[in-house]
């Protein structure tokens, strides 16, 4: 037996400006499609560039993703629940690379990280290590615009969670740390999961501040959107192909975690 | 002193203060009674350690646990106070087990002690069924009873009930109420009942503390407070006639008197639970008409006037309390040794689902 | 004007900031420059205006391959001032420019931070892996410049970031971050904080900047009047101001 539906008609408004909201994402879509050149696409992707930009795109915005969550969480936690002097302008501050230029964050983590910068001069003339021009810098300048992504939707979380269970947990004679690893953690394993696909979604598209920061160089710092910002002024059909594989991965990957991570009530 | 020493005195919301002070002995049970917003959800917080006093102390076998003037702060993980909280809080992402496993592992316990201590309390609280279960598959009793086995597990220096009962229904609150007496008992050290249900009280605790508007207006056993309520607040709760009973088709018998009653409620089959308001009973000086089963002649014991009230008790066969206006005591020519004939509708006589073993004798 | 501050008000602010700015001028002309022509264009603009008070010249500078991307997608530009021909040629093959006329010069240098830290000598030290050397990347005419130059002295270069734009590889230069690269003999000239290097004619790549009026143009009168005053004396003593040669 089939249960019956009800079928819900969408007052006009809503569906006329939802529609055009929806449009709005899906035509430049349609116009990736339309341009590109599908006999030679194959040839294409596989070609050195591309799959070199693909391979570097994919560990470096997983290992962003796996460094924010790592710094992301205890960052938000300290921003949710302790009042410490200065915590709106930590706040405001962490989140500033959301709104930022992230050319403008490439440049200023030149300026902290680089071999001139206030920190990278001492560890550079101390080790060698030089975070510019390498992969840390790519996987550096992903974690600079995409953990704030993370901390904003875990701090949002841990500031909806009922202190009352973390309570009984203490009456319990749990620790703070225990506490938060048994009982915090598992309550906000939704918002925690979303902020982390969201995080990592951003370090895939990550172009600014890779290329001001990490450079680029083939098969070293030259992630997707590198190649395809390269490719658009030489050769178009590898730029469009270039593309079509960042969407295509992109959604992949939404559509999968989407389904199986956000449908079980991630506050977003 | 061994037991629990308190004295409580917080800053509420709305200006005013919650100032209270007790103490219970190893083995007591202590219920603080009062009206919601009274100040008692506070007492709990405090005594947990989940928001320290302004001033007084929480002393407990002996250890300091919160003194504002010396400033000792004792966090509420190192107070090994067990709470029974009102919504249970249990955790829905962890089993039954793991619920029950959760304080002796936070306390250092290994794995396998713990589990064995949480399937033997489950065990002893006839949960050892449902173990692999999540909280929200269980029933409010079940919950409550695991809320229970997690604070006991602890091993606790004092428990503490906040509201235990006041989310089951009916039904499920008198089969609780049992299992509660029978683990109060069973727990060596000092309880704490908060409740604002004086049935709860009456039947669970051996002391009663009233809070009203964050202070005690009176504390001691309920026969004291019955006999001699200090406020009108308590007078009403005292005043709720409580008797033991079975219950046959709307035929009560009572346990420990001479008279039967007759309830519109037949719902309930078996032991019953009869509560009777004193507002609910009319005194006259001649036989009333109505059923014969819900009227008896009989004498008045005590008069107390209660300012808009005056609290008559009746004697033999039913020692209940009754609320009239001192206009109808004067009209009536009420006084000690007067005989007077009373009657009480069916339809306001209630009657709650009662356990065997409840502590009886106490109406 | 009135007219047109009553339509300011409520429409799209963003769209119509341009229109709005309140300068008196009845055209805008949009020159789309190479990077490298920065900051001799933006001097160049300032000094047309003046001659033309009724005229408002906007800059968009960027690499000469972004901006050739952006005149084939429609931009509504007038004047294409590019650092290679190739470009420019692209864009009359398909019918998109005029035939273009040369206005300046320039030649490669390798620019080092200012002190030279990484001892820089010549062109064969773009090779050391030790060092950190950027180019232009290959899809701009510095980068392609560089490349021959780097082919023609036969050497491999040891490339660290092919930076987007010339103005990008010289401020990673300047910055200290990189310890070499090859860039346009003006863009040193316009810089106080590198070093330069030159290299042996040899090496030499002529380069020549070509300026054309756009066919689809919409103030093709006021685009001739730009091209003309870049081509004048004084518009050719501002380019040489800046480090260029006369074409």
Redesign the interface.
């Known amino acids: 037996m089939t249960r019956r539906k009800i079928r819900q008609r969408a007052p006009w408004p809503l569906l006329v400006l939802g529609s055009l909201g929806a449009a709005v994402f899906v035509l430049p879509l349609i116009g990736l499609a339309t341009r590109t050149p599908w006999s030679r696409l194959r040839e294409l992707v596989m070609s050195d560039v591309v799959v070199d930009a693909l391979k570097l795109s994919l560990m470096t915005s997983v290992l962003a993703a796996a460094i924010s969550l790592l710094l992301g969480v205890p960052l938000a936690w300290l921003l949710a629940r302790v009042e410490f002097p200065g915590r709106r302008i930590v706040r405001a501050i962490v989140t500033l690379p959301m709104v930022l230029p992230p050319v403008v964050g490439g440049a200023a983590l030149l300026f902290a990280l680089g071999r001139r910068g206030v920190i990278g001069e001492p560890i550079n003339d101390a080790t060698g290590f030089l975070l510019p021009f390498s992969v840390w810098g790519v996987v550096v300048a992903n974690v600079f615009v995409a953990m704030p992504f993370l901390v904003v939707t875990v701090e949002g979380a841990l500031r909806n969670v009922d202190g009352r269970h973390e309570a009984a947990a203490a009456t319990l004679g749990a620790s703070r740390l225990t506490v938060f690893r048994r009982i915090t953690l598992p309550m906000i394993a939704p918002s925690v999961r979303a902020g982390l696909v969201l995080a990592w979604a951003r370090a895939l598209g990550e172009f600014g501040a890779t290329v001001t920061f990490a450079g680029n160089l083939q098969g070293r710092t030259q992630t997707l959107p590198l190649a395809v910002f390269v490719a658009l002024e030489q050769d178009r059909d590898t730029a469009v192909a270039i593309s079509l594989v960042l969407v295509a991965v992109s959604l992949a990957v939404l559509l999968l975690l989407r389904d199986r991570w956000w449908s079980n009530g991630a506050d977003l | 002193m061994n037991g629990l020493d308190a004295h409580l005195v917080v800053q509420l919301a709305g200006g005013f203060y919650l100032d209270v002070a007790f103490s219970i002995a190893p083995g007591e049970t202590l219920a603080l009674l009062g009206p919601n917003g009274a100040g008692k959800s506070t007492a709990v917080d405090v005594l947990a350690g989940l928001t320290p006093l302004d001033d007084g102390h929480v002393v407990l076998n002996n250890r300091v646990l919160d003194a504002p003037a010396d400033d000792v702060f004792v966090v509420a993980e190192q107070r090994r106070i067990g709470v029974v909280f009102q919504d249970y809080l249990l955790f829905d992402h962890l089993s039954v087990l793991e619920n029950v496993m959760f304080g002796p592992l936070a306390l250092g316990e290994r794995k396998p002690q713990a589990r064995a201590m949480a399937n033997e309390l489950l065990e002893r609280l006839d949960m050892q069924g449902l173990s692999s279960r999540t909280p929200p598959q269980l029933s409010g009793g079940q919950a409550q009873r695991v809320a229970l086995a997690r604070a006991l597990a602890t091993q606790p220096d004092l428990l503490l009930l906040d509201e235990a009962l006041a989310a089951l229904d009916v039904t499920t609150r008198g089969t609780l109420r049992r299992v509660l007496a029978q683990h109060l008992s069973d727990f060596s050290g000092p309880r704490l009942l908060i409740t604002h249900d004086p049935t709860d009280a009456f039947l669970l605790a051996d002391r009663i503390a009233i809070v009203e508007d964050g202070s005690l207006s009176q504390v001691g056993s309920a026969e004291d407070i019955r006999r001699r309520p200090a406020t009108p607040y308590v007078a009403a709760l005292a005043g709720t006639n409580l008797l033991v009973g079975t219950n046959r088709a709307g035929f009560l018998t009572l346990d420990h008197h001479g008279h039967d009653l007759q309830t519109a409620d037949t719902s309930i089959d078996g032991p019953v639970l009869i509560t009777v308001h004193p507002t609910a009973i009319a005194l006259h000086r001649k036989q009333p008409s109505g059923s014969p089963r819900n009227t008896w002649q009989t004498r008045v014991v005590s008069v107390e006037p209660l300012g808009d009230t005056t609290r008559i008790t009746l004697g033999d066969p039913l020692p209940l309390g009754v609320d009239i206006t001192p206009g109808a005591t004067a009209a009536l020519n009420l006084h000690e040794g007067a005989a007077v004939w009373a009657s009480v509708k069916a339809t306001e006589i209630t009657v709650t689902p009662a356990a065997v073993n409840v502590k009886s004798g106490r109406n | 004007m009135i007219r047109q501050a009553t339509w300011c008000a409520p429409l799209l602010v963003a769209l119509l900031l341009s229109s709005c700015t309140g300068r008196d001028s009845d055209e805008t002309l949009l020159v789309m420059a190479a990077a490298s022509l920065t900051d001799a264009f933006g001097e160049i603009g300032v000094a047309f205006e003046a001659a033309n008070p009724d005229i408002e010249v906007r800059l968009n500078l960027a ?1 000469s ?2 901006l ?2 952006q005149i084939v997608q429609g931009a509504p530009a007038d004047v294409f001032a590019s650092a290679s021909a190739q470009t420019v040629q692209a864009l009359v093959s398909a019918g998109l420019a005029l035939s273009p006329t040369d206005f300046a010069s320039n030649e490669l240098r390798i620019a080092v931070p200012t002190g030279n830290p990484g001892g820089v000598v010549g062109i064969e030290d773009l090779a050391n892996s030790e060092l ?1 050397i ?1 180019l232009c ?4 005419p510095c980068g392609q410049f560089a490349r021959q130059a780097l082919e023609q002295a036969g050497i491999d270069a040891s ?6 734009d010339v103005r ?1 590889l010289l401020g ?1 230069i300047e ?3 990189l310890d070499a690269g090859i860039v346009y003999a003006s863009d040193i000239a316009a810089s106080d904080d590198v070093d330069e290097i030159l290299l042996p004619p040899t090496f030499g790549v002529a380069i020549t900047y070509p300026i054309t009026i756009l066919s689809e143009s919409p103030n093709p009168d006021a685009a001739g009047a730009f091209v003309a005053f870049v081509l004048s004396v004084e518009g050719q003593a501002i380019l040489h101001a800046y480090g260029f040669d006369p074409s």
């Open positions: 690499g391959g972004a050739r991307e950190l950027g990347g290959a899809q701009v490339v660290d970031t092919n930076e987007g990008a990673k910055a200290g971050e």
